[in-house]
């Protein structure tokens, strides 16, 4: 007598068959894992020719004694080793003192630019999260010199830096009355001032829009406890809004700082081709020493130099912040 196992409703007994490998992945399934791949191909592939290929031939060329002779077959240049390296460090020599003194007034412009682009960004975001009439017109107003286009910007700024005619010296000499003569704003000592405030009057809105965005996180239920138990407009902004953006901040002073280290359409449209010694930031040191003294090899280590610094800085701070927080949490 033979008995037959009947299976329990709503369950299928499964088949296995020995030495029987599994089925394979459904199409569908594939191709719904590998489309996000394909849907970014493009864009890699556009970074790859826009950024990493010019890179790498940058690089390249440092390790040559590329100049206007070879600049017409650059793969024909002459092996240089570290020799253009060595010529960029040797501080002793011309070249050297010179790029070290870029580099020294770059450190002095990004910190100060940097610094009050935070501030006024910051003070500004806190000013106007309260409800007030006129709010979105003055928010509006502070983002105008952001979404200007960089040229068209600069260029204005001058023509108001020019000496005779120039809007700055007007109000200052004609209407105040603030100095003896008209002063040289895009030549001599106060070409740093003018960069500076160029580029504060450009970057800070980017700060005020990043701040602004993070203050929307911000429950006012906190203020408004901390209002009851007695503390004032400060102590809210010390004890509650500025630890709270210590994440944006972190990732705010990182983006100023490569921007405004690496900035060269500023000072190029500011000064034009030969910038003045006091605003000899190394963008356009570099340039000149490739396109004026046509030693590109030169100007390429000294690229390469330039990154092998910014790589270095933003793992040190990268490094620090997550160090920073991990501690703050613990």
């Known amino acids: 007598m ?40 493009p864009a890699l592939v556009l970074e790859l020719l826009v950024h990493l290929v010019p890179m790498v031939i940058g690089i390249v060329m440092s390790f040559k004694e590329l100049t206007q002779f070879y600049i017409r077959d650059w793969g024909t240049a002459p092996w240089a080793g ?5 010529l960029t460090v040797d501080f002793d020599a011309p070249v050297g003192q010179a ?64 000496r005779d005619n120039g809007l700055v ?12 003569s008209p002063p040289f704003w895009l030549i001599g000592e106060n070409s740093f001032v003018t960069l500076l405030v160029v580029s504060v009057w450009k970057g800070w809105p980017f700060a005020f829009l990043i701040m602004m965005a993070g203050l929307q996180n911000i429950p006012r239920e906190i203020y408004e406890a901390a209002a009851l138990d007695g503390a004032g407009v400060w102590q809210q902004i010390r004890r ?57 090899g030169t100007g390429a280590a000294m690229s390469v130099l330039l990154l092998l610094f910014l790589l270095v800085v933003t793992g040190v701070y990268l490094l620090a912040t997550s160090r920073g927080r991990k501690t703050g949490d613990a």
């Open 2 to 41: 033979t008995t037959t196992a009947i299976e329990p409703a709503g369950r299928t007994a499964p088949k296995l068959t020995p030495g029987k490998a599994r089925s394979p992945r459904p199409p569908g399934r594939l191709r719904r894992i590998s489309l996000p791949y394909l849907l970014l191909l």
């Open 240 to 296: 509650i809004t500025l630890p709270s953006l210590r994440p944006v901040n972190q990732v705010l002073v990182l983006v100023l700082f490569l921007w405004t280290f690496n900035d060269f359409n500023t000072p190029f449209v500011l000064f034009g081709k030969a910038a003045p010694e006091a605003a000899d930031v190394i963008s356009i040191h570099i340039y000149q020493s490739s396109f004026q003294t046509w030693n590109f």
């Open 169 to 180: 010296n007007h109000v200052l000499h004609d209407q105040l009355g603030l100095t003896d």
């Open 82 to 86: 570290f020799d253009n390296y060595a």
């Open 99 to 162: 790029l070290l003194n870029s580099f020294l007034t770059t450190c002095l412009f990004t910190l100060l630019s940097v610094g009050l682009c935070w501030l006024l960004g910051t003070a500004a975001a806190i000013f106007l999260q309260e409800t007030f009439r006129g709010r979105g017109i003055l928010r509006t107003i502070f983002l105008v010199p952001y979404a200007l286009p960089v040229y068209a910007a600069v260029i204005t700024w001058a023509f108001m830096f020019q």
